[in-house]
């Protein structure tokens, strides 16, 4: 199913614990129904309108497709104060209005994360609130938000050139960071305990993002969050793909996780996925002004993903 265009509906919105969120419902020009994508934002900010090209390549696809708003991105709230689990629900609630939509009528829905989004989508799925079709997650980290981070950081020092005694500092701090968020230390005073390393070469990288009370807060409700825990709970088809150049996530040992610990289900209907060269968005090459972004992405990706959905019923 290949459409040329897509319309999107007015915009809509999803009820939530934060409140209203804005939302906004892509439909392939096809003859329905189609299949339906929840698109779920990775970290950091997301309004329903920023997916980029994402809403086309899958409408091309022949998709349909909701995105929405994290609270304070254009909707009230603040993602800062959630949980990975506020996320799941706010995910659910976009499925729900989903599968109302008369362009899918029947036809199964599922989840789409990226990074930080796959964790979340797999919690979604895994609270058996609201019936998933399917999870497809791409870049979503096999390993803890502690995990992941502590390898970015280091793989960036690495990269910045920085000598073995300050990378050994720097690890030495965030081992001790997560220790002292574990155990519930005032966030204040860890962040006063990470100010006095201010001025260290390896200081701006390793502090990059969490550095405010908000987003440490934020770090230590998440930082715990075990993929291995979660992903013997989803009872639908999961795809997991990943950039073999992603230097952000330890490709090899999230792929383990998935492998070892993905719920067996009837036909095996799961799917892994390397592709060599891609980064953690899957793209192998830079975006290129005036060029489709398509020609970035991995080759094969986007038929192994409308391959993969096309197979899945609705339970």
Known sequence: MAPTSFERTLTTSISTAAGSLR?????????????????????????????GEWPSRLTEGGFAVIAHDKPGCGSPGDWREQTFADRAHESLAALRVLRAHPSVAGRPVGLF??????????LAAALQEEHVDFVVSLSGPGVSPSVQDRVRIERELVAEGIHADAMAEALAWLDERAARLRRGDEVRAVLEAQAEY?????YETATRYFDTPQMLSFLARALDFEPAEVLPKVGCPVL????????LVPV???????????LQLPGDPHGLAIFPGADHGLLVADPQPGLPGNTQLAPGFLPMLEAFVQMQRTS
């Open 23 to 51: 939302a906004g419902i892509w439909v392939p020009s096809v003859r329905g129904p189609v299949p339906g994508i929840v698109l779920v934002h990775g970290s950091g900010d997301g309004r329903f309108d920023d997916w």
């Open 113 to 122: 994360g990226m990074s930080q989004g796959g964790w979340v989508s797999l």
């Open 198 to 202: 201010a001025g260290r070469v390896w």
């Open 240 to 247: 997991a793909v990943f950039g073999g150049a992603d230097q």
């Open 252 to 262: 090899r040992e999230s792929v383990e996780v998935f492998a070892r610990c993905l």
